[in-house]
């Protein structure tokens, strides 16, 4: 039976920190499920799901616990389920730009919240406008939508949102996984 672990590892950034989370979970027989990886700042972030048995995740915690001593980093565990059966959900891929202005992402996500629409997937970009040197965000989401749910009445409730809100924005199918 397989057993579940998400993992959450925030350090300094520095050369082959991916490689050392990938090595021991390959050495005690884990398999990386899932995983995002980025450098925000100075400091690289991870959060991974790892599948193995009950003693290869036991192991795999306790890899982590010296890996984290050695390099100095901050770690959370949590033993989690399988992934859900998603057959009743349609994945749609969002992106959002506009003036980057505090409470955007806060209103697009109770938005989709208040849809009953689960957000699979969030990443956010900042830059600055090329003429205007404007702070913009972009963003990009995936949700999952439910198959009993009208798209077009959806997509209108959401270019209707992002109209008052002055965001530019598009919701489509995510191609190659429908």
């Known amino acids: 039976m397989e057993n579940y672990l998400v993992v959450s590892v925030l350090g300094a950034d520095k ?3 991916a490689n050392e989370l990938s090595t021991i979970s390959s050495e005690n027989c884990c398999n990386v ?9 100075g400091e690289f972030a991870v959060i991974m799901m790892i599948a193995g048995s009950w003693n290869s995740i036991a192991k795999f915690e306790t890899a982590l616990g010296v890996l984290e001593k050695k390099e100095g980093l901050m770690t959370l565990v949590k033993r989690t389920e399988m992934p859900l059966n998603k057959s009743n959900l349609m994945p749609y891929g969002v992106q959002v730009i506009s003036v980057d202005s505090p409470g ?13 629409i689960n957000i699979e997937n969030l990443q956010t970009d900042s830059y600055k406008a090329p003429h205007t040197a404007a702070p913009m965000l972009v963003i990009n989401m995936t949700v999952n939508i439910p198959v009993s749910m009208h798209i077009a009445d959806l997509r209108d409730r959401f270019t209707s949102f992002c109209d008052d809100l002055n965001l530019d924005a598009s919701i489509e199918p995510m191609k190659g996984l429908l």
């Open 104 to 116: 955007i992402i806060k209103d697009i996500s109770t938005f989709f919240s208040s849809q009953s």
């Open 33 to 41: 499920v899932d995983s995002r990886m980025a450098v925000l700042g």
């Open 15 to 17: 050369p082959g920190i």
